[in-house]
């Protein structure tokens, strides 16, 4: 938030710096490509500082030369000098550099060591022989930081998601690093544990420790950090304030990289010339700030019904589903408990037709994943009845509803499991009966459109690769019904829209699209429908719109709206009702221009 | 996840005793179930480790693993009876020092893998290492290693499952009723599996190494596991039920 003017006493210097991992060196013929290739930065004492990036850029790879694990841990080629508090990484130990810098992983799960919160929290302390006169204090006053005082005695196994993203922070924290490095710390949380997560982060700054996150969420990193870095192909493109950043949202989009929405009206606004280039404003407020000045008071009416509601080639028109049509999928009175005794979920009724596009939104825990689970019949409901194109989940076998209800996993790594990527797009037409050479020669189709590498390992493939495989695997059964658990989760804005555009076209051919996201603005942008679900209900189901706007529900669920439906709502009560209902952004753009030139 | 090793929490006689002093009531147990050779000592014995299992509250811990194993017991008996013909034939093929042998062995199985699972439910594995580091001067590395490869059991039985809904989601017959074909189609699975557990193990290696695994001394553990009037007397018990094993 803060624009640093002054440069502050540097704590990690990069000098330079290039790595190319062992394992890219040893196959393949040609040249192997960094990871890193020639970056030069400096992070300065007491910052926030985000990294962002399309996948593949070289992030985790910069984290991982940030805390001494390149070169202690990966081994490669590295070039360059890298200081962390005047000493070269090179020349001290990794258990030194870790005195300095904690690290938080990607994957927390590896990083716990213990069973129980305060074991966990002893480890470090044990390891580097903090005196035990001050373990107790140390751990107290830690503890009270992140916010989880409340937790010490508790099993690790036990807590969400984004207490034990908490829990993996209090650790290293107690060890008084002076910089934490955190790799996505926030990309299996729904948006409100994000943002605990990084209230958390902005208490610890506060306290004098610096904080370096990769992050994908921009509209987080652009509300906490000082600064951002962007990565592309192992290059650093872009170093500055949020605000010179996101200037460049044209560039940024071209690599990969979203960026918040109220950023991309002001662009917009800049470059037809209303507004001056190069500061675009970055929440809610200051863009309806903006709006009402930049609009004249005498023009604020409604002009006739133009094209501003219709805004991008994203936003959902009805679809041509038939009148009186039969849902394909249908749920009536659906309750399900799971045997131990842990969350269940209550009179879930939901009908889907076919050609319809429908988002389940919610909380961790809501109960969205076993509401897909209940779709594609891995569950069966312990009353009521599920039914997927007539077919009571109860009385058929999973795996024969699989030809008609297709799912993406969030991981696709546990949906492969074939030598070549043709294989594996074929093996789901083959488990349904088809025969062998027709189902390579319909596979071959599908993986020609996505430009895949039909002959290499899926599990070769980059994260995005992967989960474009797997999609590809959906796609070519054809099925009636199409269940995405976190689509977006893990993929890049570029990733993310070859996959929203192919399931949005899958809909217009008439299948069902069913999807539980986090990452609203994905929801607003295709999902006709919404489900709010919280605490194993759904709270209200309607237009994705409605619902949105929808202000006492959004507290209940715990959902923060999109920004544009933020911006068009305050919009709509200080500048012109008219905004109310705009989705898009180009919506909200050609609105205000209309007004302005009226003006 | 209700998993069969998680820590059962407690306040008995038994939560409280050392670590080490737990280890040594499981070896005991096991010991004595090998060199006893009667009924009333097996019986004994799985009786004590079922008394125990109750007084700590984990006993559900112990019929869990019961269902397990009481199967592979039946096919151990089946088995033992089909190698071992001398005697009086009894029923079938079955002779009475076969039904003898058979029923010993399946009695020793349970009797060996019954105690362990008890002491773990009683016992926080981080207790555990460093317990084993303070009184019984094993190397902090191994018993690190030990208490690591516990921890990764629920896991990967996890990620296991995962794949299995993923795979059964698609169309493989996971649900299927025929254990054989269930295996066979888990088989090529263990691959995946293999490589993400592989990647894991290499995180957590880092990770430790970044909280300063390698600073670790004997002395370094906050917490204190000295033997108490307590343990000793239950050592003495221990010693006292190898004897009884060896007696009969």
């Given amino acids: 938030m803060a624009e640093s003017t002054n440069t502050p006493q540097p704590i990690i210097e990069l000098k330079d710096v290039s790595f190319t991992y062992a394992s890219a060196a040893s196959d393949g013929t040609e040249a192997p490509k960094p990871a890193l ?248 407020e200051e863009a309806a700030a903006i709006e009402e000045r930049l609009i004249p008071e005498a023009s604020r009416t409604a002009p006739a019904e133009g094209s501003f509601r219709q805004g991008s080639k994203h936003v959902v028109a009805a679809r041509p589903y038939a009148e009186g049509a039969e849902p394909v999928v249908k749920l009536r009175d659906v309750c399900f408990q799971y045997p131990n ?149 893990g993929l890049d804005y570029r990733e993310c829209m070859t996959v929203m555009d192919t399931v949005s076209e899958m809909a217009n051919r008439g299948c069902a699209v069913i999807m539980v996201c986090h990452d609203m603005e994905v929801v607003s942008d295709f999902a006709e429908r919404l489900v709010v679900m919280a605490n194993g209900r759904i709270l209200d189901r309607g237009a994705t719109l409605d619902m949105f706007s929808d202000t006492s529900l959004m507290k209940e669920a715990f959902i923060e709206a999109p920004q544009i439906v933020q911006l068009s709502q305050v919009l709509s009560r200080t500048v012109s009702p008219a905004f109310a209902g705009v989705s898009q952004v180009s919506g909200i753009v050609d609105l205000t221009e209309e007004m302005v030139q009226r003006g | 996840m209700v998993n069969v090793i998680d820590y059962v929490p407690g306040k008995t006689l038994l939560h409280r005793l050392n670590p080490v002093t737990k280890l040594a009531i499981a070896a005991a147990i096991i010991v004595a179930t090998f060199l006893s050779d009667s009924y009333v000592m097996l019986l004994g014995l799985l009786v004590l480790t079922f008394a125990l299992g109750f007084y700590a509250k984990s006993q559900g811990k112990l019929f869990s693993l019961m269902k397990l194993l009481v199967p592979i017991a039946i096919v151990m008996l089946l088995l033992q009876t089909a190698f071992v013909r001398t005697g009086e034939p009894v029923f079938l093929w079955m002779t009475s020092t076969g039904l003898i042998t058979g029923s010993k062995a399946c009695l020793r199985l349970l009797g060996v893998a019954l105690p362990l699972i008890l002491m773990l439910s009683v016992t926080k594995l981080n207790d555990l290492a460093n317990a084993c580091v303070e009184v019984l001067h094993i190397p902090y590395r191994y018993a690190f290693t030990f208490t690591t490869a516990l921890r990764f059991v629920p896991v990967f039985s996890q990620e296991m499952n995962a794949i299995m809904e993923a795979q059964c989601a698609r169309g493989v017959e996971y649900d299927t009723k025929n254990p054989i074909k269930k295996l066979q189609l888990m088989l090529p699975l263990c691959v995946p599996l293999l490589v993400t557990s592989v990647g894991k193990t290499d995180a957590t290696a880092l990770a430790a190494e970044q909280r300063g695994f390698y600073l670790r001394t004997r002395e370094s553990s906050f917490k204190r596991y000295p033997m108490a009037a307590d343990d000793k007397c239950v050592l003495a018990l221990c010693v006292l039920l190898i004897a009884l094993g060896v007696l009969f």
């Fill in chain 1, 341 to 489: 005794g842990g969350a269940t979920v209550k009179d879930l009724e939901m009908s889907v037709y076919p050609g319809e596009m429908v988002a389940v939104v919610g909380q961790n825990g809501a109960g969205k994943t076993t509401l897909t689970k209940l779709l594609n019949g891995l569950l069966k409901p312990s009353s009521g009845e599920v039914r997927i194109s007539g077919l009571s989940t109860k009385e058929v076998p999973t795996s024969r509803i699989a030809a008609h209800c297709a799912t993406l996993f969030q991981n696709p790594d546990y949906q492969l499991c074939k030598d070549t990527v043709l294989d594996e797009v074929a093996f789901g037409l083959e488990l349904q009966g088809i025969d062998e050479e027709e189902a390579k020669r319909r596979a071959l189709r599908v993986i020609e459109r996505f430009g895949l590498p039909e002959k290499e390992s899926p599990f070769s493939l980059s994260r995005g690769q992967r989960q474009v495989v797997a999609l590809a695997s959906v796609v070519v059964m054809e099925p009636d019904v199409v269940l995405l658990d976190e689509p977006t989760s």
């Fill in chain 1, 37 to 284: 290739s020639h970056i030069t930065a400096t992070i300065g004492t007491g910052e926030f500082v985000g990294i962002i990036g399309p996948s593949g850029a070289g992030k985790s790879t910069l984290a991982s030369v940030m805390s001494g694990a390149i070169p202690h841990h990966f081994k490669g080629t590295l070039f360059g000098a890298t200081l962390v508090d005047g000493k070269d990484t090179c020349d001290i130990t990794l258990t030194d550099i870790s005195q300095i810098v904690g690290s938080v992983l990607q994957d927390i799960d590896t990083q716990m060591v213990a069973s129980v919160v305060e074991d966990e929290m002893l480890f470090g302390l044990e390891n580097f022989g903090v005196p035990h006169t001050e373990i107790e204090g140390r751990i107290e006053e830690t503890l009270a930081t992140v916010g989880i005082t409340d937790l010490r005695d508790r099993e690790i196994a036990t807590l969400s998601g984004g207490q034990k993203q908490k829990v993996a922070i209090a650790a290293i924290l107690a060890l008084h690093p002076r910089v934490l490095v955190l790799d996505e710390p926030t990309a299996a949380l729904d948006p409100a544990s994000s943002t605990l997560v990084f209230d958390t982060l902005e208490e610890v700054r506060r306290q004098g420790v610096t904080v370096v996150v990769i992050e994908q969420k921009v509209a987080l990193l652009s509300k906490y950090c000082d600064r951002i870095l962007v990565m592309d192909q192992g290059k650093l493109l872009l170093d500055g304030t949020p605000r010179e950043v996101f200037a460049h949202a044209e560039k940024l989009r071209s690599i990969g990289v979203d960026s918040p929405r109220v950023a991309r009206v002001y662009n917009s606004l800049a470059k037809d010339g209303l507004l001056p280039q190069g500061k675009p404003c970055l929440t809610v």
